[in-house]
């Protein structure tokens, strides 16, 4: 008999609720064994990669059914233990297998099993030779010419994926120019290169920034919450580098997290003027290699600042001195599929594991923070008025009823818009729904094209020509008649950005205009043009959905339009008239940010909304407090916890059938303090070809509902019913459906 324990507890990414023993004995004898190292064991009928989290005596499992450990990965712990002891939390707090949590935080070359090793990232280019010619002799070779110049631009260089970004099937062209020995190729560390020329000046802090600042600087080396509350354009960035100055100068690594689209070129560029050390950045353009290396960087202590989006919290970090959130409101911090976490919730555990401070800032903060931060947990730091010269916009309410509208413009709109573009000004108009129009509909009879997989309108788009449904994506030629009733009179109702494009274009002949939206984005580098197109002044008027919304500053834009804000007044969702509140802020702070002031003007039909009225007249911050007393009388979140169970299959009776024996399961635990509401069908019920069905859980204790999930799942994982049907578990749910 071996002394000491002889059997490794394995994590393996697989959808149960448990580690996996394995035997020892096929290793050398020597082969020290520490957690968070990864193996490689048989599995079923194949093998998988695993994660060794422990050690035990014995197991119980049958001894002759214990299989042997074949593969030793890694002879170092992969990840530290605080880094390891988060996932674990994050593993019971969002009751999702532990093996998933794991392996979803690893770069996708580990998770494969891939040595833990720098390769160096592919980079492209000029040779002096290179330098030295001008495009326009590649007129033949036009896509010569355009790599050519695109290194012109970049005298350092480019990552192959930077490449990616900015131009398709490259390779070729690359290669060619390669032979003229015009361009190079190296493999670079994975790290933000230096930027070219003079570093950044920084400006003096006026007194709320010094103050902010200041406070946070003395929260360092210890474990603590900052909520940085500041209107737009109020100068967070800046109080953000100061604390990050202050953390580089101890000699210790800052995690930044910014939501999905806030990681522009412009924000690195701000970092990499500003300060001259290696910055890794984290985002889902990056190529495998890319990511692995940038993560083993940051895990290092190679970078010394590590900018990443949502799943970037889970980076490993040698010297972690600070995490900063940027927009912690923005619902892009929450995973809404497979392992369900929330980026904010979990930067807020980790920092206190490591103890360090974590920083979240926004001009919206969320309901939750704002209620944190009213109970002292979180040290609420305000910063009320804009950084520079620049002044708070004017904002007023345009009552559109009974006013005749065209393409959803009313007369008092256009008028301003002619105004501020005659003032030689930049127009932003914002509506937050894509395509050419939200439905097709026949004159002749009422019929109106749906999704023939969802419960859902299919969206009119590419002009009028096709179909889509923005909820499972199925796409079709749109109808040339209406399929009920022969008719031909199919009119599009309502207007998406698409539309709204199309009917500028008749208003304002001659004017530059730019669309933002996920249908003039996806080509690579699409979104880079355009905003360099209204940074230029080649566009003046710009139209586009929430993407306009994030962090884009636009010193030239002295008119922002709503078109409509109806939409979210008036939803099932409880969240939905905080998620309004936010984006009407937010895109009226893209007014007037820099020399100029700003006018906003949104159009509703509802005016005298009383959550809309607060907001304009007196703020976001009385907004909040109003919307956070509503919610203390409806006893919902913040004021109690929430956990959605959620079942879809393709027999429609299944999602509810086992959502009601799911709850009996429950009752029968008798939990305490916790409510079970439901089941009922899904909001929208059908969805991609599944029927949907979701079970509620409230609890006025966090413990309360904590302690009935985990054995609960556990037991829902045995059920015969829930092999049948897709089912998942949501705990802090952001969206109600
Ligand atoms: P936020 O992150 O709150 O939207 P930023 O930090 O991006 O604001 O600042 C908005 C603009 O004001 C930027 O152009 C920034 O350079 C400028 N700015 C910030 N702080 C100051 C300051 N103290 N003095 C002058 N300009 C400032
Ligand atoms: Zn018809
Ligand atoms: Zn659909």
């Given at each position: 008999?071996?002394?000491g324990?002889?059997?490794l507890?394995?994590?393996?990414?697989t959808?149960?609720?448990?580690?996996?023993?394995y035997?020892?004995?096929?290793?050398?004898?020597?082969?020290?064994?520490?957690?968070s190292?990864?193996?490689?064991v048989?599995?079923?009928?194949?093998?998988?990669?695993g994660?060794?989290?422990?050690?035990?005596?014995?197991s119980s499992?049958?001894a002759?059914?214990?299989?042997s450990?074949?593969v030793?990965?890694?002879?170092?712990?992969?990840?530290?233990?605080?880094?390891?002891?988060l996932?674990?939390?994050?593993?019971?707090?969002?009751?999702?297998?532990?093996?998933e949590?794991?392996?979803?935080?690893?770069?996708?070359?580990?998770?494969?099993?891939?040595p833990?090793?720098?390769?160096g990232?592919?980079h492209?280019?000029?040779t002096?030779?290179?330098?030295?010619?001008?495009?326009?002799?590649?007129?033949r070779a036009?896509?010569q010419?355009?790599?050519l110049?695109?290194?012109a631009?970049?005298?350092?260089?480019?990552s192959?994926?930077?490449?990616?970004e900015?131009?398709?099937?490259?390779?070729?062209?690359?290669?060619?120019?390669?032979?003229?020995?015009?361009?190079?190729?190296?493999?670079r560390?994975?790290?933000?290169?230096p930027?070219?020329?003079?570093r950044?000046?920084v400006?003096?802090?006026?007194?709320?920034q010094?103050?902010?600042?200041?406070?946070l600087?003395?929260?360092?080396?210890?474990?603590g919450?900052?909520?940085?509350d500041?209107?737009?354009?109020?100068?967070?960035t800046?109080?953000?580098?100061?604390?990050i100055g202050?953390?580089l100068?101890?000699?210790?690594?800052?995690?930044?997290l910014?939501?999905?689209?806030?990681?522009?070129?412009q924000?690195?560029?701000?970092?990499?003027r500003?300060?001259p050390?290696?910055?890794?950045?984290l985002?889902?353009?990056?190529?495998?290699?890319?990511r692995?290396?940038?993560?083993?960087?940051a895990?290092?202590?190679?970078?010394?600042?590590?900018i990443?989006?949502r799943?970037a919290?889970?980076?490993?970090?040698?010297?972690?001195?600070?995490?900063?959130?940027?927009?912690?409101?923005?619902?892009?911090?929450?995973?809404?599929?497979?392992?369900?976490?929330?980026?904010?919730?979990?930067?807020?555990?980790r920092a206190?594991?490591?103890?360090?401070?974590?920083?979240?800032g926004?001009?919206?903060?969320?309901?939750?923070?704002l209620?944190?931060a009213r109970?002292?947990r979180?040290?609420?730091?305000?910063?009320?008025?804009?950084?520079?010269?620049?002044?708070h916009?004017?904002?007023?309410?345009?009552?559109?009823?009974?006013?005749?509208?065209?393409?959803?413009?009313?007369?008092?709109?256009?008028?301003?818009?002619?105004?501020?573009?005659?003032?030689?000004?930049?127009?932003?108009?914002f509506?937050?729904?894509?395509?050419?129009?939200?439905?097709l509909?026949?004159?002749?009879?009422?019929?109106?094209?749906?999704?023939?997989?969802?419960d859902?309108?299919?969206?009119?788009?590419?002009?009028r020509?096709?179909?889509?449904c923005h909820h499972?994506g199925?796409?079709r030629?749109?109808?040339?008649?209406?399929?009920?009733?022969r008719?031909?009179?199919?009119?599009?109702?309502?207007?998406?950005t698409e539309r709204?494009e199309?009917?500028?274009?008749?208003?304002?002949?001659?004017i530059?205009m730019?669309?933002?939206?996920?249908?003039?984005?996806?080509r690579?580098?699409?979104?880079?043009?355009?905003?360099?197109?209204?940074?230029?002044g080649?566009?003046?008027?710009?139209?586009?959905?929430q993407?306009?919304?994030?962090g884009h500053h636009?010193?030239?834009?002295?008119?922002?339009g709503?078109?409509d804000?109806?939409?979210?007044?008036?939803?099932?969702?409880?969240?939905?008239?905080?998620?309004?509140?936010q984006?009407?802020t937010?895109?009226?702070?893209?007014?007037?940010?820099a020399?100029?002031?700003?006018?906003?003007?949104?159009?509703?039909?509802?005016?005298?909304?009383?959550?809309?009225?607060?907001l304009?007249?007196e703020?976001?911050?009385?907004?909040?407090?109003?919307a956070?007393?509503?919610?203390?009388?409806?006893?919902?979140?913040?004021?109690s916890?929430l956990?959605?169970l959620?079942?879809?299959?393709?027999?429609?009776?299944?999602?509810?059938?086992?959502l009601?024996?799911?709850r009996?399961?429950?009752?029968?635990?008798h939990?305490?303090?916790v409510?079970?509401?439901?089941?009922?069908?899904?909001?929208?019920?059908?969805?991609a070809?599944?029927?949907?069905?979701?079970?509620?859980?409230?609890?006025?204790?966090r413990v309360?509902?904590?302690?009935?999930?985990?054995?609960?799942?556990?037991?829902?994982e045995?059920?015969?019913?829930?092999r049948k049907?897709?089912w998942?578990v949501d705990?802090?749910?952001?969206?109600?459906?």
């Amino acid at each position: 008999m071996p002394t000491g324990p002889s059997i490794l507890q394995v994590a393996i990414a697989t959808p149960l609720r448990r580690l996996f023993d394995y035997h020892l004995d096929a290793l050398p004898s020597s082969a020290e064994f520490m957690p968070s190292m990864r193996v490689k064991v048989s599995f079923g009928r194949s093998s998988a990669v695993g994660m060794v989290l422990g050690r035990a005596g014995e197991s119980s499992c049958p001894a002759g059914k214990l299989k042997s450990i074949s593969v030793l990965l890694d002879d170092l712990p992969l990840i530290p233990p605080n880094l390891l002891a988060l996932l674990q939390w994050a593993s019971d707090y969002y009751a999702h297998p532990i093996g998933e949590v794991i392996f979803s935080a690893l770069p996708s070359l580990l998770r494969q099993g891939e040595p833990a090793e720098r390769r160096g990232v592919e980079h492209w280019c000029l040779t002096c030779l290179g330098a030295t010619q001008e495009p326009d002799q590649l007129t033949r070779a036009p896509r010569q010419a355009a790599l050519l110049s695109l290194l012109a631009e970049h005298p350092e260089g480019l990552s192959a994926s930077a490449i990616n970004e900015r131009q398709d099937n490259w390779r070729p062209s690359m290669r060619k120019l390669a032979e003229k020995e015009w361009v190079v190729r190296e493999q670079r560390p994975a790290l933000l290169l230096p930027a070219p020329g003079d570093r950044d000046e920084v400006p003096t802090l006026n007194a709320e920034q010094q103050a902010a600042l200041a406070s946070l600087c003395t929260g360092l080396g210890h474990f603590g919450v900052s909520l940085l509350d500041g209107v737009t354009g109020s100068g967070k960035t800046e109080v953000y580098l100061g604390l990050i100055g202050e953390v580089l100068a101890r000699g210790e690594q800052a995690l930044v997290l910014v939501p999905e689209i806030g990681l522009t070129p412009q924000l690195l560029d701000r970092f990499r003027r500003r300060f001259p050390v290696p910055i890794a950045v984290l985002h889902s353009g990056l190529s495998g290699r890319e990511r692995l290396d940038a993560w083993l960087m940051a895990r290092d202590g190679d970078a010394a600042i590590v900018i990443g989006t949502r799943s970037a919290v889970f980076t490993p970090l040698a010297r972690p001195g600070v995490i900063i959130l940027d927009e912690e409101h923005d619902a892009s911090f929450k995973q809404q599929d497979g392992f369900r976490y929330s980026a904010r919730d979990v930067a807020v555990k980790r920092a206190q594991l490591e103890n360090i401070p974590v920083l979240l800032g926004s001009a919206t903060p969320s309901l939750e923070s704002l209620h944190n931060a009213r109970l002292g947990r979180y040290s609420h730091l305000r910063l009320c008025e804009r950084a520079g010269n620049a002044q708070h916009p004017e904002v007023a309410v345009l009552d559109v009823r009974k006013q005749p509208m065209s393409s959803g413009l009313s007369l008092a709109l256009v008028n301003a818009m002619r105004r501020h573009l005659d003032a030689d000004g930049q127009v932003l108009l914002f509506l937050n729904r894509r395509g050419y129009a939200p439905t097709l509909l026949c004159h002749d009879c009422g019929w109106v094209a749906k999704c023939r997989r969802c419960d859902a309108h299919m969206t009119l788009f590419a002009g009028r020509k096709r179909l889509r449904c923005h909820h499972c994506g199925s796409e079709r030629p749109a109808d040339p008649a209406c399929p009920e009733c022969r008719g031909s009179e199919l009119c599009p109702v309502g207007a998406g950005t698409e539309r709204l494009e199309e009917a500028l274009q008749g208003l304002f002949p001659g004017i530059g205009m730019v669309r933002i939206d996920r249908d003039t984005t996806r080509r690579k580098g699409a979104l880079q043009s355009l905003l360099d197109s209204v940074h230029d002044g080649s566009a003046r008027i710009l139209v586009g959905t929430q993407m306009l919304a994030k962090g884009h500053h636009f010193p030239e834009v002295t008119l922002v339009g709503m078109v409509d804000v109806d939409q979210g007044l008036f939803s099932a969702d409880f969240r939905a008239t905080e998620r309004m509140a936010q984006l009407i802020t937010q895109v009226a702070g893209r007014a007037g940010r820099a020399q100029r002031p700003g006018q906003v003007l949104i159009q509703t039909h509802h005016p005298d909304h009383p959550l809309l009225q607060l907001l304009l007249r007196e703020g976001y911050a009385a907004f909040a407090h109003a919307a956070l007393e509503e919610r203390r009388q409806a006893n919902l979140p913040p004021f109690s916890y929430l956990a959605l169970l959620r079942a879809e299959a393709v027999d429609g009776e299944l999602p509810l059938r086992f959502l009601r024996q799911a709850r009996e399961l429950a009752e029968a635990m008798h939990p305490c303090g916790v409510q079970l509401l439901g089941p009922i069908p899904a909001p929208m019920e059908r969805r991609a070809g599944r029927v949907r069905a979701q079970l509620l859980l409230q609890a006025n204790r966090r413990v309360d509902l904590h302690r009935l999930l985990g054995p609960w799942l556990q037991q829902l994982e045995t059920d015969k019913l829930g092999r049948k049907v897709r089912w998942s578990v949501d705990v802090d749910p952001q969206e109600m459906f």
